[in-house]
């Protein structure tokens, strides 16, 4: 399972024709959760959820495929990670409010390298 789910995150982040199929997951798609979540104090707990775990999945295969995040990659610690992600990318989104539209990864692979690179 391991092997397929690799396979998929291989295929979409070379651009092969899975990524085709979640070209249109936009960081504005992935973001309306995350700041909903925030937000909302009925429904926040399941929209916080939905944006956590779709970050989990692709921090979880981004460690895998780096071998630990390379050289220029720090992520917090796996306790709170999911939510520290999430913040980081809330301010993303907040300071390139015209990039909204690339895709979801690509938001965060720019998140990880500029809240989250390793100091020299």
């Not at 990524?19 to 909903?36: H, M, N, T």
């Amino acid at each position: 399972m391991r092997w397929f789910f690799l396979g998929i995150l291989g295929s979409f982040l070379a651009g092969g024709a899975f990524a085709a199929d979640l070209s249109d997951y936009s960081a504005k798609r992935l973001l309306g959760p995350c700041i909903e979540g925030d937000n909302d104090s009925r429904d926040g707990a399941v929209l916080e959820l939905e944006c956590e775990q779709f970050i989990r999945g692709f921090t979880e295969a981004f460690l895998i495929l780096t071998e630990g995040g390379g050289s220029d990659v720090c992520l917090p610690p796996p306790g709170n990670r999911a939510d520290e992600i999430r913040w980081a990318l809330m301010r993303w989104g907040a300071a390139h409010h015209r990039q909204l539209h690339v895709n979801a990864g690509e938001a965060l692979l720019e998140t990880f390298r500029t809240e989250f690179a390793c100091e020299p």
